[in-house]
């Protein structure tokens, strides 16, 4: 086994994302551009996708041209890591497409052979004899290019050589094939208990397009993602926080349709946002087209894995509810205090049945709002409550103020069904919380958009001094996970150390 002693760290990676470029000249030049980019960010080691040098002439390795980026490793002290380049196999003179890892020293420690060709490539290359894992001053590499990267045996084979760093330079053409590949980075992460990276192409390439999507995983946490812009992705860059990573925001406000008067301020901003999302547009309850909303709601998360979506629950419409959920939707939300209905009426109960079918989650309006205010207190959900136990119902705002907060707490305590939002809420009612009906019946939730999220998550900063890591994470990231994400399995994320890479004494 390989291994190294020494300090314990962990590096920072980069991935270089750019058009495909033909001409190796200007390939080369982004490539240096590219690397001194980084090295200036600190990073440690940088990931070049296949074909990166273009139309490279081929040649045995090392030649003229990795010497070239040799040189510029060792002056800069990074690390080179790329998916592939035409290149010749030295005994026998074959023409391959080869990974490269080059030490920031300017030793081209290790070179793998690609496996799996497409139809139009096979004329042309002859593949490699297997998986190997590149012996390195980080620990073990394994570079897995093209449709290396998706096969399920050659995963198998690459898991029984324990790497510590996995680069898949796979190729995506659509958002669904990027948002699958970027899911089975961040799953492969997990598996491996260490770090995989995804490196993809962007642009025309060979009568193809490709939509690019790179994303570096640790353990099953997301250290970083790019979209189809030319971009060089720094691992937790400081710089570029988009996206907050270990976050679900539950309630995250999507505006498809008018905002409720008064509700909510809806100027867009740029910001961060969470990891993951659950998606509430609460101007459907008063929406006249509500059926073609839904459906431009559906379409928003359906190339989007971290995206879900609640729809409404309105009074009279439990049939169009059961359809939605059936289709996919997380659960549902309500405000039936809109269309002057007390929570026990008929047509809510109604609702009510057809979530407890599933059950998926209720979120529902509590405290002052547009409605009239006798429908504003949390207290009326008493009845319903006992009625669906199996039913999770979330109190968006857990009222919001006195004596809807005491309220919202009370139902709490009674059912164990009830979960407490805590967007616009002040922190002393969250603290209070928390110690009436503890972290797994608190959620994180943002309530708006960019600068609410912000706001919200500034807010609930204050907190993160005063509990353990494990409860930090549940309130603002594993409880509505697991609550309309469906997750399974153990999350690695609760850790409060991640397992660090080996640096050579």
């Not at 640790?218 to 996206?243: C, F, K, S, W, Y």
């Not at 059950?359 to 949390?378: E, I, N, T, Y």
Request: net charge negative.
């Amino acid at each position: 086994m390989f291994e190294w002693e020494g300090v314990a760290t962990t590096p920072r990676i980069a991935v270089s994302q750019g058009p495909y470029i033909r001409d190796l000249d200007a390939a080369l030049i982004r490539c240096f551009e590219h690397l001194r980019h980084a090295a200036s960010r600190g990073v440690d080691i940088m990931v070049f996708p296949e074909w990166f040098l273009g139309l490279n002439p081929v040649d045995v390795l090392p030649n003229r041209y990795t010497e070239r980026i040799s040189r510029v490793a060792r002056e800069l002290n990074v690390m080179v890591i790329a998916g592939s380049i035409r290149a010749l196999e030295p005994d026998t003179g074959r023409k391959q497409q080869r990974s490269l890892v080059i030490e920031s020293d300017g030793t081209l420690v290790g070179s793998h052979a690609k496996l799996l060709f497409h139809p139009t490539e096979r004329p042309w290359f002859e593949p490699g004899v297997g998986v190997f894992a590149i012996a390195s001053r980080w620990g073990r590499i394994i570079v897995l290019p093209g449709l290396d990267a998706l096969d399920p045996e050659i995963w198998h084979s690459a898991r029984e050589l324990t790497p510590d760093l996995v680069v898949m330079a796979a190729n995506p053409r659509t958002l669904s094939e990027r948002n699958a590949a970027q899911e089975l980075t961040i799953q492969r992460s997990q598996e491996i208990d260490g770090t995989v990276v995804l490196a993809p192409l962007l642009g025309r390439f060979s009568g193809s397009s490709y939509v690019g999507g790179a994303l570096i995983a640790h353990q099953g946490r997301m250290l970083g993602m790019a979209d189809d812009q030319e971009t060089v992705l720094i691992g937790g860059d400081p710089e570029a926080p988009l996206i907050q990573l270990g976050t679900t925001d539950a309630t995250a406000y999507l505006p498809l349709t008018p905002p409720l008067e008064g509700s909510l301020d809806v100027t867009r901003s740029m910001g961060p946002q969470a990891e993951r999302r659950v998606l509430v547009d609460w101007g459907m309850m008063a929406a006249t087209d509500v059926l073609n909303v839904v459906e431009e709601l559906f379409h928003v998360i359906r190339d989007n894995p971290r995206w879900t979506a609640l729809v409404p629950a309105r009074p009279g419409a439990s049939a169009h509810l059961r359809q939605w959920l059936d289709r996919g939707a997380a659960g549902a939300f309500a405000y039936p205090g809109l269309e002057r209905h007390f929570p026990w009426s008929d047509a809510i109960r109604q609702l009510g049945r057809e979530l407890s079918k599933t059950p998926k989650p209720l979120l529902v309006h509590s405290g002052p709002g547009p409605a009239p205010l006798r429908f504003d207190s949390p207290a009326l959900w008493d009845e319903f409550l006992m009625e669906f136990p199996a039913v999770p119902v979330i109190f968006q705002s857990m009222g919001q103020r006195p004596p809807y907060i005491e309220q919202a707490f009370v139902l709490a305590e009674r059912h164990p069904q009830v979960q407490l939002e805590t967007s616009r809420v002040p922190i002393g009612a969250i603290k209070e919380a928390l110690g009436t009906v503890g972290a797994d019946r608190l959620l994180f939730g943002s309530g708006g958009l960019a600068q609410d999220f912000q706001q919200e998550w500034e807010k609930l900063a204050h907190l993160e001094s005063e509990i353990s890591p494990e409860l930090f994470q549940k309130i603002v990231n594993l409880n509505a996970r697991h609550l309309f994400f469906h997750v399974q399995a153990p999350d690695r994320r609760t850790q409060s150390k991640v397992r660090s890479f080996r640096l050579p004494s």
